[in-house]
């Protein structure tokens, strides 16, 4: 892969190659097969974020090859999520790595968070406290991905004086993330203040008839309130990964 990298670089420097046919030819770039893994090095040239390491489901030896591989390629940054405590404890003290775990959204990270440099902040939501896990994982792979996110936690319609009480924050975002179970009105309600994208997360939290979640989702998914949209039950990586893609926009564009 080094070698391709080189050959482009050499044929945009002699004239051969176009620089935009050198970044097309970069971003088709091969991975790195691991044998049980195939690392996708050249993600953040195509996407403008690193690959992701999903952690269930993985052994701590998989794990860290996977690592490896990514440090060997240069990137400083590692998110891993869904990681269970007993893989990260042996990543961490078994094995050697330098890991940063966060054990109520399940998050692992290698290195050290990057300084912002997305367009504004995102703000974090939750309709109550039973949320936060799900909060932490949108609000640290945000984090992780560049940029300023500001928690404003257990504001739910249930005493929307506590919502009301950060009117600054919600007005000022460049990206909400609004996350809640139960009947999940609280995107709707942000929606209907705020002049900025909305990304609702439905969560497993509530009674029986909540229906793990789906209750919130389909609450989400009617929203009259215009610009919220709607990504899986529990899914705060998802959320956090897409408020990054829109708080960099006007600086891609740049």
Do not use: W
């Given at each position: 892969?080094?070698?391709?990298?080189?050959?482009?670089?050499?044929?945009?420097?002699?004239?051969?190659?176009?620089?935009?046919?050198?970044?097309?030819?970069?971003?088709?770039?091969?991975?790195?097969?691991?044998?049980?893994?195939?690392?996708?090095?050249?993600?953040?040239?195509?996407?403008?974020?690193?690959?992701?390491?999903?952690?269930?489901?993985?052994?701590?030896?998989?794990?860290?090859?996977?690592?490896?591989?990514?440090?060997?390629?240069?990137?400083?940054?590692?998110?891993?999520?869904?990681l269970p405590?007993?893989?990260?404890?042996?990543?961490?003290?078994?094995?050697?790595?330098?890991?940063?775990?966060?054990?109520?959204?399940?998050?692992?990270?290698?290195?050290?968070?990057?300084?912002?440099?997305?367009?504004?902040?995102?703000?974090?939501?939750?309709?109550?406290?039973?949320?936060?896990?799900?909060?932490?994982?949108?609000?640290?792979?945000?984090?992780?991905?560049?940029?300023?996110?500001?928690?404003?936690?257990?504001?739910?319609?249930?005493?929307?004086?506590?919502?009301?009480?950060?009117?600054?924050?919600?007005?000022?975002?460049?990206?909400?993330?609004?996350?809640?179970?139960?009947?999940?009105?609280?995107?709707?309600?942000?929606?209907?203040?705020?002049?900025?994208?909305?990304?609702?997360?439905?969560?497993?939290?509530?009674?029986?008839?909540s229906f793990?979640?789906?209750?919130?989702?389909?609450?989400?998914?009617?929203?009259?309130?215009?610009g919220v949209?709607?990504?899986?039950?529990?899914?705060?990586?998802?959320?956090?990964?897409?408020?990054?893609?829109?708080?960099?926009?006007?600086?891609?564009?740049?």
């Amino acid at each position: 892969m080094n070698n391709l990298v080189k050959n482009v670089l050499k044929a945009v420097q002699n004239g051969s190659m176009s620089v935009e046919d050198a970044v097309m030819k970069l971003k088709i770039a091969p991975f790195e097969d691991i044998g049980f893994a195939k690392v996708d090095l050249h993600r953040t040239l195509r996407q403008g974020a690193a690959e992701v390491i999903y952690g269930a489901g993985k052994t701590p030896e998989q794990i860290t090859g996977i690592i490896d591989a990514m440090r060997k390629s240069g990137q400083n940054t590692i998110l891993i999520t869904r990681l269970p405590s007993e893989t990260a404890e042996t990543i961490k003290n078994d094995l050697g790595y330098d890991l940063d775990y966060h054990a109520g959204a399940r998050i692992g990270i290698i290195g050290t968070i990057p300084e912002p440099d997305g367009i504004g902040t995102i703000v974090v939501a939750t309709g109550g406290t039973s949320d936060i896990p799900v909060a932490e994982e949108a609000a640290l792979t945000a984090e992780v991905l560049g940029n300023k996110v500001t928690r404003l936690y257990d504001v739910g319609v249930a005493g929307l004086h506590r919502l009301l009480a950060h009117l600054d924050d919600i007005m000022s975002a460049s990206v909400i993330i609004a996350i809640a179970g139960m009947e999940g009105a609280l995107a709707s309600v942000i929606g209907g203040l705020a002049e900025c994208p909305v990304i609702a997360v439905p969560t497993s939290v509530g009674y029986g008839t909540s229906f793990g979640g789906i209750s919130a989702l389909l609450s989400m998914l009617n929203s009259c309130a215009s610009g919220v949209s709607v990504v899986n039950i529990d899914n705060g990586f998802g959320a956090g990964y897409l408020a990054s893609m829109i708080n960099h926009m006007e600086a891609k564009a740049k």
